[in-house]
């Protein structure tokens, strides 16, 4: 059997920033009307500004308006709240991030409840979720919408598809598992607690990796053949006292097994920014009340 294909997250990202480009550029001209995201920031978490810089760096090369909202650590919860609800007030600010973790004094469920569902651009909201779960239009969270569209890029139809979950966040795990039985799979979600892992892994046609525990999931737990979207980003140390980043699916054995595979980096990560702009873009249209456009 020959390797896996590589699953080029970074690539089809790309095109997808490009479309959403696009998608703005012509809203701008038929509607006067430009998408606008809003992050509120809180504390000084190296790898949530990282991501938060990238957000907004992307956010206006696609076109859009981009506001970042930084508010120190010991921050109290009622100044996060008012915050998100200055932001859910502004008519030019169409979604709204908040990034997270926060810190322990910020209950997180609250803030995230706090955001106009409207303006959920992060799927977190609980009628967004509740609107997922029961097959509703929804504000999807970015991450495992990223996977689907790589999965459905791979496979086109997944009717019937034995597919695994390996997490159940209420960021990727849990949603993930919803979208894909929006795709008609068969869908087990398996954790920590899963008796036999490895048995459930090697039964899969589809397995989704999301549980942060650097290269867990072995090259002979999977169904030959299977596509493996691998979700984790773990540092682990190499020679010279540095880093390097893996997934949560031994890669180099995996791919010898698998039929397709993302990388770590390369693979979902990408997805996860060019969904945002997605869903901002979506939710800017809503508000409005005007079709999203054809992105060509």
Same mark, same amino acid.
């Given at each position: 059997?020959? $390797?896996?294909?590589?699953?080029?997250?970074?690539?089809?990202?790309?095109?997808?920033?490009?479309?959403?480009?696009?998608?703005?550029?012509?809203?701008?001209?038929?509607?006067?009307?430009?998408?606008?995201?809003?992050?509120?920031?809180?504390?000084?978490?190296?790898?949530? !500004?990282?991501?938060?810089?990238?957000?907004?760096?992307?956010?206006?090369?696609?076109?859009?308006?981009?506001?970042?909202?930084?508010?120190?650590?010991?921050?109290?919860?009622?100044?996060?709240?008012?915050?998100?609800?200055?932001?859910?007030?502004?008519?030019?600010?169409?979604?709204?991030?908040?990034?997270?973790?926060?810190?322990? !004094?910020? $209950?997180?469920?609250?803030?995230?409840?706090?955001? $106009?569902?409207?303006?959920?651009?992060?799927?977190?909201?609980?009628?967004?979720?509740?609107?997922?779960?029961?097959?509703?239009?929804?504000?999807?969270?970015?991450?495992?919408?990223?996977?689907?569209?790589?999965?459905?890029?791979?496979?086109?139809?997944?009717?019937?598809?034995?597919?695994?979950?390996?997490?159940?966040?209420?960021?990727?795990?849990?949603?993930?598992?919803?979208?894909?039985?929006?795709?008609?799979?068969?869908?087990?979600?398996?954790?920590?607690?899963?008796?036999?892992?490895?048995?459930?892994?090697?039964?899969?046609?589809?397995?989704?990796?999301?549980?942060?525990?650097?290269?867990?999931?072995?090259?002979?737990?999977?169904?030959?053949?299977?596509?493996?979207? $691998?979700?984790?980003?773990?540092?682990?140390?190499?020679?010279?006292?540095?880093?390097?980043?893996?997934?949560?699916?031994?890669?180099?054995?995996?791919?010898?097994?698998?039929?397709?595979?993302?990388?770590?980096?390369?693979?979902?990560?990408?997805?996860?920014?060019?969904?945002?702009?997605?869903?901002?873009?979506?939710?800017?249209?809503? !508000?409005?009340?005007?079709?999203?456009?054809?992105?060509?």
């Amino acid at each position: 059997m020959s $390797d896996a294909k590589i699953i080029d997250g970074k690539a089809f990202a790309a095109a997808m920033r490009g479309r959403v480009a696009a998608q703005v550029a012509a809203l701008k001209a038929a509607d006067g009307l430009t998408p606008g995201l809003a992050v509120v920031l809180v504390g000084e978490d190296p790898a949530s !500004q990282v991501y938060v810089r990238n957000k907004g760096k992307q956010t206006v090369e696609a076109g859009m308006n981009s506001w970042e909202h930084r508010m120190p650590a010991d921050v109290g919860q009622d100044a996060v709240l008012a915050k998100v609800a200055e932001l859910n007030a502004d008519a030019a600010v169409h979604g709204i991030l908040v990034q997270l973790p926060l810190p322990a !004094q910020v $209950d997180e469920a609250a803030v995230i409840n706090a955001v $106009d569902p409207a303006k959920d651009v992060d799927g977190f909201h609980v009628i967004n979720t509740g609107r997922l779960a029961t097959g509703q239009d929804a504000l999807a969270p970015c991450t495992p919408l990223g996977c689907l569209m790589l999965l459905r890029d791979t496979l086109g139809d997944m009717s019937g598809a034995e597919a695994l979950v390996v997490g159940r966040s209420n960021i990727v795990g849990k949603p993930m598992a919803l979208l894909l039985l929006g795709e008609n799979c068969t869908v087990t979600v398996a954790h920590s607690r899963t008796r036999d892992l490895a048995g459930a892994c090697r039964r899969a046609d589809i397995l989704v990796a999301a549980v942060g525990r650097a290269e867990m999931i072995r090259g002979d737990w999977i169904k030959p053949g299977a596509t493996v979207i $691998d979700v984790g980003i773990n540092r682990i140390p190499k020679d010279g006292g540095k880093t390097r980043l893996v997934g949560d699916v031994a890669f180099d054995e995996a791919r010898h097994v698998a039929g397709a595979i993302t990388p770590v980096p390369g693979g979902v990560g990408p997805m996860t920014i060019a969904c945002l702009l997605s869903n901002t873009v979506r939710a800017a249209c809503r !508000q409005r009340g005007v079709a999203v456009p054809e992105a060509g």
